[in-house]
């Protein structure tokens, strides 16, 4: 089982659609999660970073925390053509250490116009 | 980039050459990272430095070293390049007592 488990999709939707992006972990002791944004030919742009169970919002975007679950989500209201890229998940903590950070393989969003 | 800048950006070697990364930062970070990203395996660490002469491994260390003579300076080194080791590479930095990381613009390295 991978560490850190992502569809890599493609996901498609409309644009001005709700986009939820989803990643699930395997280490228990993960404390810390965060989601990437990577465009194509570019590198990840930290956009969210999560630490407690529920829900934080940073404008369109809002990431979502279920440690009983594992699991960690995105979700992207009224999506837009400039959300088009792929979405890393990516996980610290627990047996890796403080400062090591795991990354899934990504989920690739279309947005639709 | 965060302050993060990385040289060369492409490069082309052939097989059995030596080949040397640079990563810089400008952000007097503690900790850098060298990943490398391919197709089907996302990122993976394959040396991180937590301190100027402080290395250890990463999960892909085997044809790879790294030094940091310099809080700025993380320099990744393939002793004897090979196809395999065909990538894009990329740096990160973060803070002490941070795991957030922030990634330099990266470095196309082809192996033929």
């Known amino acids: 089982q991978k560490e850190v488990e992502q569809n890599s999709g493609p996901l498609s939707v409309p644009e001005g659609a709700i986009a939820s992006l989803n990643c699930t972990y395997s280490?228990?002791?993960?404390?810390?999660f965060f989601w990437y944004r990577q465009y194509s030919g570019k590198s990840p742009e930290l956009i969210m970073s999560i630490y407690s169970n529920g829900d934080k919002e940073d404008g369109r975007f809002t990431a979502q925390l279920n440690k009983a679950s594992q699991y960690v989500s995105l979700l992207i209201r009224d999506s837009q053509p400039s959300d088009s890229a792929t979405y890393l998940c990516a996980v610290n903590g627990g047996s890796g250490g403080y400062q090591k950070v795991t990354f899934g393989i990504g989920t690739k969003l279309q947005v639709i116009p | 980039d965060a302050g993060i800048t990385q040289s060369p950006r492409h490069k082309v070697t052939e097989t059995g050459t030596p080949v040397t990364l640079r990563c810089h930062q400008t952000e007097n970070h503690r900790y850098m990272y060298w990943y490398r990203q391919d197709p089907g395996h996302g990122l993976r660490l394959i040396h991180y430095s937590y301190g100027v002469k402080d290395t250890d491994k990463g999960e892909v260390s085997d044809g790879y070293s790294v030094s940091r003579s310099k809080t700025e300076d993380f320099l990744l080194t393939l002793e004897s390049a090979t196809s395999s080791q065909t990538s894009v590479y990329f740096c990160?930095?973060?803070?002490?007592?941070?795991?957030?990381?922030?990634f330099g613009p990266g470095t196309r390295l082809t192996v033929t």
């Open positions: 280490d228990r002791g993960s404390q810390s």
């Open positions: 990160a930095i973060s803070e002490s007592g941070s795991p957030e990381q922030y």
